[in-house]
């Protein structure tokens, strides 16, 4: 089976602290990405990349920075956590090439800053 | 941009009836569109998807299909158990400016009583 691992389901972080939110996929997939979701609003992409070392803003990347070293490694940091980050963090992979670009999700990783 | 707008939730059905939740699209490529459910407490999967104009998309008693003259992708099944409760998403997929990008409606809660 398919696999996309995020490395924590639930995180309580503090103002200021600096967040590491960890995805890792075996199918070696070329594009990977990073959304939140929140009520009434969906899912929101914050940043996505089409290779290794290569990232692209999505919708709403402010306060947040990616990262990803190799192909199958992605992960997402916030500088100086804030309340307003309070969120679900999905993290999705997607073949790339010429794809119908059906998404393959973790379980999703939900962080609460206090 | 692209967007998606499917109807808003919670949808609450009884057992055994007639599902139909709309969704429509704006685009100015020729997407792929999907449907993704998500259950309580995980991320989000691929329920059914359909790729070009006409395609009908279909999976566990759910059906879509592709209807380009009316931008359209509703989701319906015949007869919804409690099992189908969860939250459903529409989505499209294109490539703008060469890139695959994913975009999700706001999400539909359908919840189904015995």
């Known amino acids: 089976d398919v696999k996309v691992t995020q490395s924590s389901r639930y995180l309580v972080k503090r103002t200021g602290e600096k967040v590491f939110l960890e995805c890792v996929q075996d199918m070696d997939h070329e594009n990977m990405f990073w959304y939140r979701q929140d009520p009434g609003l969906g899912l929101r992409l914050i940043y996505f990349?089409?290779?290794?070392?290569?990232?692209e803003k999505g919708d709403i990347p402010e306060g947040y920075s990616v990262s990803r070293e190799k192909k199958e490694r992605f992960s997402l940091i916030l500088e100086s956590a804030s309340t307003n980050q309070t969120s679900m963090y999905l993290c999705?992979?997607?073949?790339?090439?010429?794809?119908?670009?059906?998404?393959?999700f973790g379980e999703g990783s939900r962080l609460t800053v206090l | 941009g692209n967007s998606v707008t499917q109807m808003e939730g919670p949808v609450t059905l009884s057992e055994e009836a007639f599902l139909t939740i709309n969704c429509t699209y704006t685009?100015?490529?020729?997407?792929?569109l999907f449907w993704y459910v998500q259950y309580p407490g995980e991320g989000l999967q691929l329920l059914l998807k359909a790729t070009k104009a006409d395609d009908k998309g279909s999976n566990k008693g759910f059906e879509a299909t592709y209807r380009k003259e009316t931008t359209s992708f509703h989701l319906e099944k015949g007869s919804v158990q409690v099992s189908d409760s969860a939250v459903y998403f529409c989505a499209l997929s294109d490539r703008p400016g060469g890139y695959q990008k994913v975009t999700f409606g706001t999400g539909t809660k359908l919840q189904v009583i015995p």
């Open positions: 990349s089409y290779d290794v070392k290569m990232k």
């Open positions: 685009a100015t490529g020729y997407p792929s």
């Open positions: 999705a992979s997607t073949l790339g090439g010429a794809d119908t670009g059906e998404l393959f």
